[in-house]
């Protein structure tokens, strides 16, 4: 008798133990990586801008989410940050003069885009808030944060507008494509005048509308050639390098002088 109310309670507790979400499987988080086929892009004094592309993947994709298209990708290739001075033109007797001026610290000088889909149709505006994602969101802190609201926002707008305009700041909708389920590519915009230095490429995972994970990775732009020289030198050694530009400079102008000079 005592065997067979053990036996039974080993039944009930498997019973219960096998309905207990704790054993049931949870289903794999999904998450993101992206690879660069470089870690590195050299430019010459013609570079005229290209595309740079960027594979990714997905991590334990949900294949009846990829196959409805309810998986999105927001991939940035954000430049180095440097602080920038905008200034305001207003005429005064006739002449065009710089009266005010804002300073903004840590800017991203470069900042490209590719997205699935138009970025309203991704997600909703606050996450794009929260994640700082799109030329949009960027947080840009003055230098002076006693400034009144009106005059930062004022400046803020002419920064981005700028920087739209130069296409250092772009969007490329329908720049990131699925090749399967897993697997994707990014095209992303460098502008003739991008910064050299230490860029990030990051890469945002969206599911139905929610942000669920984000990957990034480095990018390397310098100068080639015989601009690299002169690059290294001016950042290695400036007060030689200046000392070297101002001499070269008078002598052109004492060489200029003696050519052109009228007996």
Do not use: C
């Not at 019973?15 to 499987?25: G, H, K, R, Y």
């Not at 992206?34 to 960027?54: E, H, Q």
């Amino acid at each position: 008798m005592a065997g067979r109310k053990g036996f039974a309670a080993a039944a009930l507790l498997l019973l219960v133990a096998a309905a207990s979400p704790t054993a049931a499987q949870t289903p794999p988080v999904e998450g993101i990586q992206i690879g660069l086929s470089t870690d590195a892009v050299s430019i010459t004094a013609g570079f005229s801008g290209a595309d740079l592309t960027i594979f990714g993947s997905l991590e334990n994709p949900d294949p009846l989410v990829a196959r409805q298209g309810r998986y999105d990708v927001i991939v940035v290739l954000e430049g180095p940050p440097r602080p920038v001075v905008v200034r305001r033109k207003d005429r005064v007797l006739g002449v065009w003069i710089n009266l005010e001026s804002e300073t903004f610290e840590n800017v991203p000088v470069s900042y490209s885009v590719a997205t699935t889909r138009p970025l309203q149709d991704i997600t909703e505006p606050n996450s794009y808030k929260q994640l700082s994602l799109g030329s949009a969101n960027l947080y840009m802190k003055p230098a002076d944060e006693t400034d009144s609201p009106a005059t930062i926002e004022e400046f803020t707008a002419a920064l981005r507008d700028r920087k739209k305009a130069t296409g250092l700041y772009s969007e490329n909708v329908g720049g990131v494509q699925f090749l399967s389920q897993n697997l994707f590519r990014a095209t992303v915009r460098l502008a003739p005048d991008v910064p050299v230095g230490t860029h990030k490429a990051r890469a945002f995972l969206f599911k139905s509308g929610m942000f669920i994970k984000e990957s990034s990775a480095q990018l390397e732009i310098r100068k080639s050639g015989f601009e690299q020289s002169i690059f290294r030198v001016a950042h290695d050694y400036s007060f030689l390098y200046g000392v070297f530009a101002v001499s070269l400079a008078m002598l052109t102008g004492w060489l200029g002088r003696l050519v052109f000079r009228k007996d």
